[in-house]
């Protein structure tokens, strides 16, 4: 097993996103690359802590190789917009990878070469050593499942979940 600690925007989104693929045995919503100890959300949602939203995703790269959970990340967000992911503005929403060793290191900055091919460039993803990681409150937990018809999820986090089902089905789960 080998655990990803990604940011691309609002937590819930990649949340939603990584849990439809086969593979992904957990999904935590967290926070990271901040400065702060033991930052709660509020705080983080003001921009004074440094952190980013991201989420920590573990998987079984001989079901889903580590370069498709990358790809998919720049799939389900647009790299190249720096502290903002459509509506969602502040560094909190940043895009991001904090990687363990340089070995990851290494995959991210592949995986960031490829999307910069892809999006014609400007990608402004940060890639940095993993610090401290911060699990978030329970009730981020699988928020897409947990509140389906909320506003956001309808509106943000599904037409994502939905493009990345069909843009990776080889690796999504069986219903």
């Known amino acids: 097993m080998r655990t990803f600690h ?7 989104c990649l949340d939603a996103v990584y ?3 086969d593979g992904v045995s957990e999904v935590v919503s967290g926070y990271t690359a901040g400065h702060v100890a ?4 509020e705080l983080v949602c003001t921009g004074s802590t440094g952190h980013a939203e991201a989420v920590a995703v573990t998987f079984d790269p001989a079901v889903i190789p580590a370069d498709v959970i990358l790809d998919v990340f720049f799939t389900l967000h647009d790299p190249r917009q720096l502290n903002r992911q459509g509506n969602d503005v502040g560094t909190q ?5 904090y990687y363990a060793d340089e070995e990851e290191k290494a995959l991210f900055e592949a995986a960031r070469d490829r999307a910069s091919d892809i999006w014609g460039g400007g990608v402004v993803t940060e890639i940095e ?5 911060y699990d978030a409150e329970e009730y981020h937990q699988d928020f897409f499942a947990k509140n389906p018809g909320q506003g956001y999820c309808l509106a943000v986090a599904l037409p994502k979940v939905n493009k ?3 843009s990776f089905a ?6």
């Open 170 to 175: 080889p690796y999504v789960k069986a219903s």
């Open 6 to 12: 990604l940011a691309g925007g609002c937590f819930w």
């Open 19 to 21: 849990r439809t693929l």
């Open 93 to 97: 929403y940043r895009s991001g990878m």
């Open 38 to 41: 033991n930052p709660s959300y």
């Open 129 to 133: 050593p993993l610090g401290d990681w």
């Open 164 to 166: 990345v089902r069909k």
